[in-house]
Nanobody
Framework: QKQLVDSGGGLVQAGGSLRLSCTAS????????MAWFRQPPGKEREFVAA??????????TYADSLKGRFTIWRDNAKNMVYLQMNSLKPEDTAVYYC?????????????????WGQGTQVTVSS
């Protein structure tokens, strides 16, 4: 059974950095599109970043507001995907979720993904 486990969240001051990890198990996700979404308090889940699969490395997509601060990459040998978050702001506070699927048309749409991690809390203090 395929499973995703998110980790790496925590409490950080504004301007700080965090690295989130997502470990996939049960079956190789190396050819899957992997993504990160987040859900701020009282708001709907929103797209953060995604990385597709290719022999030469995956194409990445970012939410426009996060470009330059967040970086997604994957290690297919370890079945893992990462999200480096720099220059964090209080508005980045959210539960962050890893997601995956093998047939994604629009990587920004949460309904495209069948597999989800349990979420990891990121809190940025001002």
């Amino acid at each position: 059974q395929k499973q995703l486990v998110d980790s790496g969240g925590g409490l950080v001051q504004a301007g700080g950095s965090l690295r989130l990890s997502c470990t996939a198990s049960g079956r190789t996700f190396s050819t899957y599109t992997m993504a990160w979404f987040r859900q701020p308090p009282g708001k709907e889940r929103e797209f953060v970043a995604a990385i597709r699969w290719s022999w030469g490395g995956g194409r990445t997509t970012y939410a426009d507001s996060l470009k330059g601060r967040f970086t997604i990459w994957r290690d297919n040998a370890k079945n893992m995907v990462y999200l480096q978050m720099n220059s964090l702001k209080p508005e980045d506070t959210a539960v962050y979720y890893c997601a995956a699927n093998d047939d994604v048309v629009d990587e920004r749409v949460s309904s495209e993904y069948n597999y989800w991690g349990q979420g990891t809390q990121v809190t940025v203090s001002s």
